[in-house]
């Protein structure tokens, strides 16, 4: 027998929903007005995967031994896909100057990508990505 799964879910546990779903709204996800002082919120994004951001509280109320990790982060990884090189530049320059940490400032990856990273309020590493363009 083999398992037929498909990705339905990203699911991100947060400290403080409002400053993570602010967080995710700069970087241009739909979230609905009015969800910050919700315990859960669901967005689909485009091709049907949902973004689940769920209070440390809900967690707890079915997995009371859940405990935060130490560090604020490992709790997911994101990737968000942008227009071109200048578009992580100019994301990564907007959500730093939102207050929000930078990990890695933009750079051009060997494997073709102009790459950087920031932290949502939860410590979670959110990458930034866009192909390079092609010399040849």
Partial sequence: M???ARLDVVGIVTADMAAALAFY???GVAVPDGADAEPHVEVALPGGVRLAF???ATIRSFHPDWVA???GGGRIGLAFLLDDPAAVDAAYAELTAAGH???LAPFDAF???R???VLDP???GVDLFAPLPTVG
Avoid: K
Wanted: proline share 4%; net charge negative; hydrophobic share 25%.
């Fill in 101 to 103: 940490r930078g990990e």
């Fill in 2 to 4: 083999s398992i037929c």
């Fill in 122 to 124: 939860d410590g979670n």
């Fill in 25 to 27: 709204r700069l970087l």
């Fill in 111 to 113: 494997w073709g990508q």
């Fill in 115 to 117: 790459y950087a990273t």
């Fill in 54 to 56: 769920d209070s440390e």
């Fill in 69 to 71: 990790p130490a560090s």
